[in-house]
Each structure stands twice: as structure tokens, then as C-alpha cells.
């Protein structure tokens, strides 16, 4: 089979498809053909040596895919063959909180991904994804779409009135502002550019800001929402961008913290005076994951494919992702 590696110390360019022996399968194993994946920041992170854990010196690149179930093993019961499935970016995170030992199962960093024709998984490791989603819409549901579920349903869930702010019009960003709307809140969307921002208007953002004409963003958020401030901020900005992330919230607020795309540092007394809490987290479980499936197969929520790659061109790919001109996700056709 045709799959991508990456050794570590090499450049994006050296990127390149190699041959590897078609993967074997257990009793209660799945043998799925690959269609899509879609890329994240930490796959740029990975494949240029900055991924904050230990992983593999050879590895298949990407985290996030969808295929199609071809081989069965003999104890597998909850899947077919002709099963649509997406695996579990972090493949032993079931249900809970996660734990330590958890994070040496992420796909595409800690243990293979799926940048490649077939993957052999365990059957807990998969679910299938909604039916009226595409394998490249479903691709980009295991890091992105599910980080955002995670954040908006996690230990202050948010309720229709919210208010939502969302940094750029990214993956996560773009999740965000859908399935925020869908559940009835108030988003507010920032961006460099008012081509995107009318995009994000055109999926539902109620407020958009761009953050180059108006610098001082937080304070056009404290306008927006009378003083108050908003109930929930997707922070994926990273230490540049959080201050400015605390003085939008609402004392008591919560800042889902997800971007590491810009380094910069915080005196913490911003977080003691604001009042807020900063949640940091990473995707979410497998029971997550399924509780989003539901949402997403009764919403009818499309996620956003901004532009869709052959295979050969995961360099480019990446190379775009890093330029951060994309609107919603890049995905990569694999079959």
C-alpha cells in the first residue's frame, strides 16, 4: 500500500510516499481503507519537530481521517464491512476524563496516523460518522470538530443565549461558529480578512471584528455585548492572543484554551482579577465523540472543506495550512 512517512529532523519537503506491506488484522480488528484527511496545526507541528511530546522518529503523518471498513475480525460485532467510519484521534480515551497514559495513543504524533491507503484498528477504536456527512467532511470531525464539541459541552455546557467568541476562521474556529449557532447562541467571529468574515456572516456569526482595522478587539467585544463580555471564548491564538481573550469574557466565563499558533506569556494576576477559568484541553472521548455524531446527524451540519489536495500533494498541503490563508479545513483525498 501507498502511505506517507516522516523521520524525524527532515523538512516538509522531504516528505514522500512510500511502500509498505498491507497491515494485518486481529479477532476484534477493522481494516479500514482510507478515503480523506484532513490537517491540523499539530500536524504541522509534528512534521517539523515541534510537537510538544514524544513521538515516533518514523512515523505516518495526520491525525484525522475517514474510510470505509473492508475486513472484519472474527469477534468484531458493532461493524460491517461497508461501515463509513472515522477513528479516534486519541484511539484509548473511551469515556471520563482523560488520563496521562492516554496521550501516548494520539494518532499521526505518539503512533501512526492516517496518512495512508489502509489502517488496521481496533473496533472501539472507529465509530461511524453521520450519514448525510462526505468521508472529507467527516475527516475533519476527530481533532477539530471534536476539540470544539468538547469545549461546548464540557463542565459549563453552552445554552442557547450564550455568547460565543471564536479567533479566525480556521477549523476549529469554523466548527465553532457552527455548531454554536446551531444550538442557539449568540457568536462572535474575529479574522484579518472581511472576505472571511462575511463568509463566517454568511454561516450564521452574528458579530464579526477584524482584528487588523480594529486592533483593540477586546474592547469592540466589551461593546458588542454591553459591557458584559461573552460567556465562552475558543482561544486558538495561543500566549499572543489570550490577555485580550480575558478582558472579552465575563467574570466567570470560560476560555477554552486549544491554539499554541503563537507563542507569549501571562501574568497570572489577569486571570485572578478577571475571574475566569481557562480550560485546556485535547479532543475528547470516544463517548464525546458519539454524543457529536448524534448532534451533528440531527443538525444537519455540514462541516466546511476549504480546499481538498491529491494525495501527492501533502507537502503543498502543509505548506498551506502553515500560510494560515485557509477558511475552514484543508483535507487530503486518499482513495
Not at 185 to 212: F, M, P, Q
Not at 240 to 265: D, Q
Request: with cysteine; glycine share 12%.
Amino acid at each position: 500500500m501507498k502511505a506517507y512517512q516522516y523521520r524525524m529532523g527532515e523538512p516538509i519537503a522531504a516528505l514522500q510516499i512510500v511502500d509498505l506491506p498491507m497491515p494485518s488484522f486481529g479477532p476484534g480488528q477493522v481494516l479500514i481503507k482510507m478515503h480523506a484527511a484532513s490537517l491540523n496545526f499539530r500536524d504541522l507541528l509534528v512534521v517539523t519537530g515541534q510537537f510538544p511530546r514524544v513521538q515516533q522518529e518514523v512515523i505516518i503523518p495526520l491525525s484525522d481521517g475517514a474510510g470505509e471498513v473492508v475486513e472484519v475480525g472474527s469477534s468484531v460485532t458493532t461493524l460491517k464491512r461497508g461501515d463509513r467510519v472515522t477513528p479516534l484521534y486519541c484511539q484509548s480515551w473511551m469515556a471520563g476524563e482523560m488520563q496521562d497514559s492516554d496521550t501516548a495513543w494520539s494518532l499521526g504524533g505518539c503512533i501512526d496516523g492516517v496518512a495512508a491507503e489502509y489502517r488496521t484498528f481496533d473496533e472501539m477504536g472507529v465509530l461511524k460518522f453521520p450519514d448525510h456527512l462526505s468521508y472529507e467532511e467527516a475527516a475533519t470531525l476527530p481533532c477539530a470538530g471534536l476539540t470544539v464539541w468538547n469545549s461546548l459541552h464540557g463542565p459549563c455546557p453552552l445554552s442557547a443565549g450564550d455568547t460565543l467568541l471564536t479567533l479566525g476562521t480556521g477549523g476549529v474556529s469554523i466548527h465553532a461558529l457552527q455548531m454554536a449557532h446551531a444550538a442557539g447562541a449568540e457568536v462572535i467571529v474575529t479574522s484579518s480578512s472581511d472576505e472571511k468574515l462575511a463568509r463566517a456572516r454568511a454561516l450564521g456569526a452574528d458579530h464579526v471584528i477584524n482584528y487588523v482595522t480594529t486592533p483593540d478587539w477586546d474592547v469592540a467585544v466589551r461593546e458588542i455585548t454591553g459591557g458584559r463580555g461573552v460567556d465562552h471564548v475558543i482561544e486558538n491564538g495561543g500566549g499572543a492572543t489570550l490577555l485580550r481573550s480575558i478582558k472579552s469574557t465575563k467574570r466567570g466565563g470560560w476560555i477554552h484554551v486549544i491554539g499554541l499558533i503563537a507563542p507569549g506569556e501571562i501574568d497570572p494576576v489577569h486571570v485572578l482579577l478577571s475571574g475566569v477559568t481557562l480550560r485546556g484541553k485535547e479532543v475528547g472521548s470516544r463517548e464525546m465523540f458519539a454524543a457529536m455524531n448524534r448532534s451533528l446527524s440531527h443538525s444537519k451540519i455540514r462541516p466546511v472543506v476549504d480546499k481538498l489536495f491529491a494525495f501527492d500533494q501533502l507537502p503543498e498541503a502543509l505548506g498551506e495550512l502553515g500560510a494560515g490563508n485557509h477558511f475552514g479545513k484543508l483535507v487530503l483525498s486518499i482513495a
